[in-house]
């Protein structure tokens, strides 16, 4: 049986198949399920999931604003997965500019440091994704 988590984000494209050929097969999403006839899919990377859905004047969507590239401003959507180098991997082949280049970073949470290898990258609508391979946890450095 198929989990949904409690937030899931869905993302208007303007361009489904677009959105689809980013989210799939460069970051390696699997579609759970979908409904071509209304331009929508759910997608799942272990457990990270997202809504997608194409963009239809005619369809009554939930917009709050008229839209204008880029899409999200203001939201980075942090997503772990198990590694990222083979998603760096498949982006260079294509030619895809990252936001930030990959980087090692800490947060103090409490008194201790996460770790995450991360790198960001824009999809095609511009909505700002963030991929996170965890690196572990190591006390607070003193001051």
């Not at 049986?1 to 460069?26: A, G, K, Y």
């Not at 990959?102 to 994704?129: M, N």
Request: net charge negative; proline share 7%.
């Amino acid at each position: 049986m198929f989990v949904r988590n409690p937030v899931v984000p869905e993302l208007i494209t303007t361009t489904l198949q677009s959105s689809l050929d980013f989210w799939v097969d460069q970051l390696g999403f699997t579609i759970a399920y979908q409904r071509p006839e209304e331009g929508f899919a759910y997608l799942d990377l272990h457990g990270a999931q997202i809504m997608l859905e194409q963009y239809d004047p005619e369809a009554g969507q939930w917009l709050t604003a008229p839209l204008e590239l880029p899409f999200g401003r203001g939201i980075n959507l942090q997503i772990d997965v198990v590694a990222v180098a083979p998603i760096l991997q498949r982006l260079a082949m294509l030619g895809w500019p990252l936001f930030r280049d990959v980087e090692d970073a800490w947060y103090r949470a409490d008194d201790i440091e996460t770790g995450q290898r991360q790198f960001l990258v824009q999809d095609p609508d511009g909505y700002l994704v963030r991929l996170v391979e965890r690196l572990g946890e190591r006390p607070c450095k003193q001051a």
